[in-house]
């Protein structure tokens, strides 16, 4: 996990921390392995929250979805 979210300084290199949360929720389902990943960033903080079979799976996605919010806020503070 620490790989793929230190990737994101590619996007936005004004990253101060991110936090990772790893859930096991008690219900019944194959998707039941949550990461939340909240990242902290000058003005708001970014917080995805993943659920699917593995941790890694989930990672992926929630690192794939930050990487996205941060190429849009790069963009819209370089039209500003």
Do not use: W
Not at 13 to 40: G, P, Q
Request: proline share 1%; glycine share 4%; hydrophobic share 35%.
């Amino acid at each position: 996990m620490q790989r793929k979210l230190d990737k994101l300084d590619h996007f936005y290199d004004k990253i101060i921390d991110a936090d990772v949360y790893l859930k096991l929720d008690n219900n019944h389902s194959k998707e039941n392995k949550i990461v939340e990943v909240k990242l902290n960033i000058p003005g708001n903080d970014l917080i995805v929250t993943k659920e699917c079979t593995s941790f890694e799976e989930a990672a992926d996605q929630a690192s794939l979805v930050l990487g996205r919010q941060l190429k849009k806020r790069k963009e819209k503070l370089a039209g500003a």
